[in-house]
């Protein structure tokens, strides 16, 4: 059988693209007797859009670069009085620390704080 290219009329961006005799054969052989209704690159970023995983951004790691600069509120360390800079708006109803004391509260369960200074 002679196969001829043909121009077809993509459905999805209505260019206009070749459907070639190779095309065509390589369909018939495959037993596809109907003809694309998309343009090559239309049916590439259809594949490529279910290849992808959901949620996937295409690219790692970036997050923290692009994220905005959180606003920090300076107030008084409720430990030792000190300036204290936190990422929220202090209300009061909570004693806020500074991040030595803050890192002394959470880390330093059990352990004598006078080890600190001597750690390192
Ligand atoms: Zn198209
Ligand atoms: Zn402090």
């Known amino acids: 059988m002679q196969y001829a290219d043909k121009t077809l009329t993509c459905r999805d961006c209505n260019a206009t693209f070749a459907f070639t005799s190779g095309e065509q054969e390589f369909y018939a052989s495959r037993g596809f007797d109907n003809q694309p209704s998309r343009c090559p690159s239309c049916r590439m970023a259809r594949k490529a859009e279910r290849s992808n995983s959901p949620g996937s951004t295409g690219y790692a790691g ?21 300036e204290a800079r936190v990422p929220f708006q202090p209300r009061g109803d909570k004693p ?7 890192e002394t509260q959470r880390g330093g369960a059990g352990r004598p704080s006078s080890a600190r200074g001597t750690f390192r």
């Open 62 to 82: 970036g997050s923290y670069a692009t994220a905005p600069r959180r606003e920090m509120f300076v107030t008084t360390c409720a430990s030792c009085n000190g």
């Open 96 to 102: 806020v620390f500074c991040s030595d004391c803050f």
